[in-house]
């Protein structure tokens, strides 16, 4: 695909100037090599001295307005660049292998916070953390789970892991085992982006998840007759194999009041709150929560 793109502006560049488009592509993919290399360095050093920060957006219980819990978010602050969002840098991450590292700083924090917010505030919600499927086949990753958990003394029935369908595309009896055992340390987990890849709708009853998360691009069709039918249908789906459904990405009123007619359970998006700093996530929570 960037191929393509390279090739694209390298045309567009010829056409400017007459001149051959094989200098052009070479020149444009040696400067995209070494923009990808200093990238790379530069969040191998963001991960090394923690200039990465976790955002927190709440998960309501859509009935009672309560708070179900929070999913933990990677922002990482640049020097250069200024803040640079996960969409531009998860995928970087995953195809030089960074996310390990990163997945396993993810983890270790959202723990430390989850368990100084329990201690400090009695928190009693649930957190969900993002797993890369690189993160998640990754040999380590069940101890490094379980160690991050240990350290912060959690109850591990109080986090639940957010994956993917990319996980299901090879070696599927591996991944229901992975997964199975993870579910038998009490974790709970959620199938993230659910319909937008490549998961068929037969391995929802083979594979041990405990929710659905309904992505934002289905909730962005709302305002769409068609856009509606998918989302309601996709809530009597998880309603006829039992399971539960967080909407992502609810930002309008009129959002709101149709998941909830629709018997959706919880609900994440700009309308309850956008992600928040830890300082901000605790202000908030203690003032809507505890403070009343
Ligand atoms: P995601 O897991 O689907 O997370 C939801 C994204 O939607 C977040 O973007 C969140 O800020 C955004 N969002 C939530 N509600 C609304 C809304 O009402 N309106 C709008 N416009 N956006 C909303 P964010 O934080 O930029 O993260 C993007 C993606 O990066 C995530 O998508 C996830 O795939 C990945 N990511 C983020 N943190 C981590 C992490 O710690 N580990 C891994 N592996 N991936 C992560
Ligand atoms: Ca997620
Ligand atoms: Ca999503």
């Known amino acids: 695909n960037e191929l393509f793109q390279y090739a694209d502006m390298a045309m567009y560049e010829v056409k400017k100037s ?3 488009a094989v200098y052009f592509f070479e020149q444009l993919m040696q400067e995209k090599f070494v923009e990808r290399i200093c990238l790379e360095n530069k969040l191998t050093n963001a991960i090394d001295t923690s200039c990465l920060e976790l955002y927190f957006q ?3 219980d859509i009935t009672t307005k309560t708070l179900r819990g929070f999913e933990a978010l990677v922002r990482w602050y640049d020097s250069e660049l200024g803040w640079i969002k996960p969409d531009q840098f998860i995928p970087m991450a995953e195809e030089s292998k960074l996310i390990i590292p990163l997945g396993d700083w993810v983890l270790d924090q959202s723990c430390y916070y989850l368990a100084k917010w329990q201690r400090e505030y009695n928190f009693q ?10 993160q998640l086949k990754n040999p380590t990753f069940l101890f490094d789970l379980n160690s991050a958990i240990r350290r912060h003394n959690i109850d591990p029935r109080k986090i639940e892991i957010e994956i993917t369908e990319g996980i299901f595309i090879d070696n599927i009896e591996d991944t229901v085992d992975l997964l199975t055992r993870i579910k038998e340390l009490g974790i709970g987990i959620s199938l993230d982006d659910f319909g937008t890849g490549y998961s068929s709708l037969m391995m929802l009853k083979s594979v041990p998840i405990d929710e659905i998360k309904l992505d934002k691009s289905f909730i962005d069709d709302y305002n769409d007759e068609k856009g509606r039918s998918i989302i309601s249908c996709m809530l009597d789906l998880a309603k006829m194999l039992d399971l539960p459904v967080v909407a992502e990405g609810v930002e309008t009123e009129e959002q709101y009041l149709y998941l ?3 018997g959706c359970e919880v609900i994440q998006g700009f309308y309850f709150s956008k992600p928040l700093s830890a300082i901000e996530f605790m202000n908030k929570i203690v003032d809507i929560f505890y403070n009343n």
């Open 18 to 20: 007459g001149k051959n």
């Open 58 to 60: 709440p998960q309501v």
């Open 125 to 134: 919600g649930i957190m969900s953390i993002n797993v890369s499927p690189i």
């Open 260 to 262: 909830k007619q629709k």
